[in-house]
């Protein structure tokens, strides 16, 4: 397949879930891919899956020396980018009474502040007619406990979004959001007890109009089109959530 041959793509977060997903989408169409990751397992496991075609970096959004090292990466390896996907983030939980400091911080330097910087990093080396794709989540619009935190730090991206499409549509980048219900990417079984992880994946499925989780190749697809397809459209969130954001 060669639907995006001779684009160059970069997966922020790309080593697992729906990031890798994304960046497998996008090679298997032509694309060439620059992907990162924190974790040297997650780098590993990239790599087997991508190949020796992709490029396969650690970085941490979260470090401004591994920011500035990503964007002189990009623009050694790639020049310019056609599209850029920031997937990077972490979904920890907890209820508004036992948030400490510590975990609001962690949350929103990943998964806010990391996002900032790096788009400002990387918005530069954006061709004209490139797309920029941010992951946001249904819980910047729903009032999930024990989110408190996550949700905000998601909400922020959902605002940054728009500013950002703004302010970049003079160099021609749009910038868009795809917004992700219960996707199965196996995070739930290996960040909780077996028993619990069951439990709350029946009772996410429940509540959801579809009655299933979502796959990564769907957000994938998604992010493809705003990134590559959706050539009017910018500032805007698309939703892939089974119609949860929307239904319940």
Same mark, same amino acid.
């Given at each position: 397949?060669?639907?995006?041959?001779?684009?160059? $793509?970069?997966?922020?977060?790309?080593?697992?879930?729906?990031?890798?997903?994304?960046?497998?989408?996008?090679?298997? *169409?032509?694309? $060439?891919?620059?992907?990162?990751?924190?974790?040297?397992?997650? %780098?590993?496991?990239?790599?087997?899956?991508?190949?020796?075609?992709?490029?396969?970096?650690?970085?941490?959004?979260?470090?401004? $020396?591994?920011?500035?090292?990503? +964007?002189?990466?990009?623009?050694?390896?790639?020049?310019?980018?056609? $599209?850029?996907?920031?997937?990077?983030?972490?979904?920890?939980?907890?209820? %508004?009474?036992?948030?400490?400091?510590?975990?609001?911080?962690?949350?929103?330097?990943?998964?806010?502040?990391?996002?900032?910087?790096?788009?400002?990093?990387?918005?530069?080396?954006?061709?004209?007619?490139?797309? %920029?794709?941010?992951?946001?989540?249904?819980?910047?619009?729903?009032?999930?406990p024990d989110n408190s935190v996550?949700?905000?730090?998601?909400?922020?991206?959902?605002?940054?979004?728009?500013?950002?499409?703004?302010?970049?549509? @003079?160099?021609?980048?749009?910038?868009?959001?795809?917004? @992700?219900? @219960?996707?199965?990417?196996?995070?739930?079984?290996?960040?909780? @007890?077996? *028993?619990? +992880?069951?439990?709350?994946?029946?009772?996410?499925?429940?509540?959801?109009?579809?009655?299933?989780?979502?796959?990564?190749? *769907?957000?994938?697809?998604?992010?493809?089109?705003?990134?590559?397809?959706?050539?009017?459209?910018?500032?805007a969130e698309l939703t892939v959530?089974?119609?949860?954001?929307?239904?319940?």
């Amino acid at each position: 397949m060669s639907r995006y041959r001779n684009r160059r $793509a970069a997966v922020i977060g790309g080593t697992s879930g729906m990031g890798l997903a994304t960046a497998r989408l996008m090679q298997n *169409e032509g694309a $060439a891919v620059l992907v990162t990751g924190r974790t040297a397992g997650s %780098i590993d496991a990239a790599r087997r899956v991508l190949g020796e075609d992709a490029i396969v970096l650690r970085s941490d959004v979260t470090s401004r $020396a591994d920011i500035d090292e990503l +964007a002189q990466q990009v623009r050694d390896h790639y020049g310019e980018l056609d $599209a850029l996907f920031f997937s990077a983030g972490t979904n920890l939980s907890s209820s %508004i009474q036992n948030t400490g400091r510590e975990t609001y911080d962690e949350v929103f330097d990943l998964n806010t502040k990391g996002a900032y910087f790096t788009l400002q990093q990387l918005a530069p080396v954006m061709r004209r007619g490139g797309g %920029i794709v941010i992951a946001t989540s249904v819980s910047d619009v729903k009032g999930l406990p024990d989110n408190s935190v996550y949700a905000a730090s998601k909400a922020a991206l959902r605002s940054m979004t728009r500013t950002f499409a703004r302010e970049l549509l @003079p160099g021609g980048v749009r910038v868009n959001a795809v917004s @992700p219900g @219960p996707i199965d990417t196996g995070i739930l079984d290996r960040s909780m @007890p077996p *028993e619990a +992880a069951e439990a709350l994946k029946a009772r996410m499925i429940s509540n959801n109009p579809m009655g299933r989780f979502g796959r990564p190749d *769907e957000v994938a697809r998604a992010v493809a089109f705003l990134a590559f397809d959706a050539t009017f459209t910018t500032g805007a969130e698309l939703t892939v959530d089974g119609g949860v954001s929307q239904l319940v």
